[in-house]
């Protein structure tokens, strides 16, 4: 296969899976803190 697709495709997937797992532990965080953090409050 192309090589720079390849890698795109590759890096676009662990992008992916990084967004995952800051969500998670963000919500992780929230859970944590309470919802009178900021991050909650806006």
Not at 5 to 32: A, D, G, H, P
Request: net charge negative; with cysteine.
């Amino acid at each position: 296969c192309d090589v720079g697709q390849c890698i795109s495709e590759s890096t676009s997937y662990e992008k992916t899976m990084w967004e995952r797992i800051e969500m998670e532990l963000e919500e992780i965080n929230v859970e944590n803190l309470g919802f009178d953090h900021p991050i909650c409050s806006g």
